[in-house]
């Protein structure tokens, strides 16, 4: 059964530091590892990550994937109170009747004080 | 349409009544999933459809939750006789397929079973 593991579960900081989520998987076909940011209801998505594309970067956010370590992080620099939210790691499976499928892990939740 | 829809946003039910929950995906996407989240709780995997077939149906609790989807569409999750402990917000999320696995969410409908 794949499996996602994050770390920490919830973290807080002050405006201005700079985080790093930590995401760890056990998939049997692995294919691809998703972050999303999840505010009220619906996780809206942030990256992709695969073999071939192990490193993303969209403004203060940036992904790494360590493919050999099964693992992923997520940076965000100079924190906002917006960047508060959930941020859920998941991953694609490329296997048989589990190909595309994605198993989430159970988040980490970041708060971020003024 | 422009994003997945989900209905309803909200809705309340007597324990033991049936429930039907409709997601429609963004137009062409062929991948469907439906996901549970409890309060404080990651995403849990239910079901996913590749066009109308369901390859991997093994995340769905018990025999009391089904799921369809037709024409390649609009999909339709059942839970029949419901029970307090199906409180739950229900997310649905499309991708163009499941070999691009960039997954968008629904606004989710949040059920809650008095």
């Known amino acids: 059964e794949d499996k996602v593991v994050q770390s920490p579960l919830s973290l807080v900081v002050h405006e201005g530091d700079t985080v790093t989520l930590n995401c760890s998987y056990e998939v049997t076909n692995f294919r691809s590892l998703l972050w999303y940011k999840q505010e009220k209801k619906a996780p809206t998505f942030l990256f992709m990550l695969t073999s071939s594309g192990i490193e993303k970067k969209s403004g203060r956010l940036s992904s790494i994937l360590d493919k050999k370590e099964l693992s992923s992080i997520l940076n965000i620099t100079a924190t906002q109170t917006g960047d508060s939210a959930i941020y859920l790691c998941?991953?694609?499976?490329?296997?048989?009747?589990?190909?595309?499928?994605?198993?989430f892990g159970q988040g980490t939740i970041l708060t971020v004080h003024p | 349409g422009a994003g997945v829809s989900q209905s309803p946003s909200n809705k309340v039910t007597e324990k033991g009544k049936d429930v039907e929950l409709r997601c429609d995906p963004i137009s062409g996407h062929t991948a469907l999933y439906w996901y549970r989240q409890s309060l404080g709780q990651g995403l849990e995997f239910l079901i996913y459809?590749?066009?109308?077939?369901?390859?991997?149906k093994s995340g769905l609790p018990s025999d009391r939750f089904s799921a369809e989807r037709t024409g390649g569409s609009v999909s339709t999750l059942t839970i029949q006789r419901t029970q307090q402990e199906d409180s739950a917000v229900y997310l649905c999320a499309s991708s163009r397929d499941t070999g691009r696995t960039e997954a968008f969410f629904g606004q989710g409908t949040r059920l809650t079973v008095v």
């Open positions: 998941a991953v694609a499976n490329a296997g048989g009747t589990s190909y595309g499928k994605l198993t």
């Open positions: 459809f590749q066009g109308n077939s369901a390859p991997d």
